[in-house]
């Protein structure tokens, strides 16, 4: 790399889903900050749908999926989209490798989401380097990590496991859904545990974390696969502001209600009133669970902002929106980091993705927790026991939450005798992360070592 340009050429490679898209388009703008120049590689149905703007600091460019026309939602299961995304994708990131390679601006560098292990594989065909990028948290990453090496043996039968760093879990419950429900979604799990596959090859591991957030996990796993934490991956503006055009993630896959009606029914509400609910781009509630979540949120009699997805609309029970127009206020998706930095807001009912957690908790912004499958077990674990900048809904035996139990979770954080102790602690985790993204921080010191190896 020392006889190429001065400038490195970073190319970015994403899962194709917005919780994966967004921390990665992020690092994409840190490293542009730094001067590099990034180009950022969408799926062909992604650029097609979603149209991103060019920007100054990071440029697009297309891989191919192996369904241009529909993305995921074209494909018969999950097992049929891995599969031909593992073709499609090997050859069309290889021509584009290519392409950049007989212009005046080389690819020097591959970050890669280990979702696509085989984008390693591509990179070193090439002769490059290339750092493999964890979207989730450390914990689940190591998780994975010690079933894929055989540490942890499953089924597990006992707890705590005798692996240092997971102390706090207290059972299967705490546990990635494909290890806590044995069988369930078989090629997703396959697809995590390969994650492990070829990262030894890896120049690299990043992981989207911050390490005083979890700095017994990030040490022991750092004894088996050195790793940098480099995150949190959120918009510059809401932490260092050093980024100053950082506004926002800047490619959504949703449609997002005008953010202008959203602030202004915010603007209109107590400090710390609101109670925000949004369960993602992937959640997928049954009837009955939708009708127990809208009449718990009715019974607080307090204000809400729901997000639910068109697909989820019609399980809303009857002329519910109509009864709870008073006080709640329903739209289809939102900029979300907008919402969760406003004042009004005091509590955020969430499936705890790892984005949503990693918002929430750079932003102060208490929790009350409905994991619901992958990787939200755990991360509802760090949020209550780990943190304790929240509360874990009680699932009941049907495995429903009843309306009852999320209306008492929900006061429990917002005026309950937890909840001093909930704020205080989410604004020291905030505090932590704006420390840790800032200048001489944990992870700008993480990420400037990592540039440095670049250049």
Known sequence: MENK????????VPYPSQGHVNPMLEFCKRLAFYGLKTTFANTVFISKSFNPTPSPSVQFDTISDGFDDGGFAQAANAADYLARMVAAGSKTLAELITRHNNSS???????????????????????????????QSCTVNYVYYCVHHGVLKLPISSFP??????????????????????????????MVLSQFSNTHQADFVLVNSVYEWEEEVVNSM????????????????????????????????????????????????????VVYVSFGSMANLSVKQMEELALGLKATNLFF???????EEPKLPHNFAQETREFGLIVKWCAQMEV?????????FTHCGWNSTVEALSLGVPMVGMPQWTDQPTDAKLIEHLWKVGVRVKVGEDGIVGRKEIEHCIWQVLEGDRGTEIRKNAKKWRNLALQAISDGGSSDKNIREFISKLI
């Open 5 to 12: 340009k001065c400038v490195p050429h970073v190319l970015v």
């Open 105 to 135: 601006n080389p690819i020097d560098f591959v970050v890669y989401d280990p979702f696509l292990p085989w984008a390693l594989d591509v990179a070193k065909r090439f002769d490059l380097a290339g750092a493999a990028f964890f979207t």
């Open 161 to 190: 496991v005798a692996v240092d760093g997971f102390r706090f879990l207290g059972g299967l419950e705490d546990m990635p859904s494909f290890i806590g429900v044995e069988g369930s979604y078989p090629a997703y799990f396959e």
């Open 222 to 273: 750092s004894k088996v696969s050195p790793l940098l934490t480099i995150g949190p991956t959120i918009p510059s503006i809401y932490l260092d502001n050093r980024i100053k055009e950082d506004k926002e993630y800047g490619l959504d896959l949703f449609t997002a209600d005008s953010s202008l009606s959203i602030s202004n029914w915010l603007n209109s509400k107590p400090e710390k009133s």
């Open 305 to 311: 902002l729901w997000v639910v997805r068109a697909s």
């Open 340 to 348: 969760l930095s406003h004042p009004s807001v005091g509590c955020f």
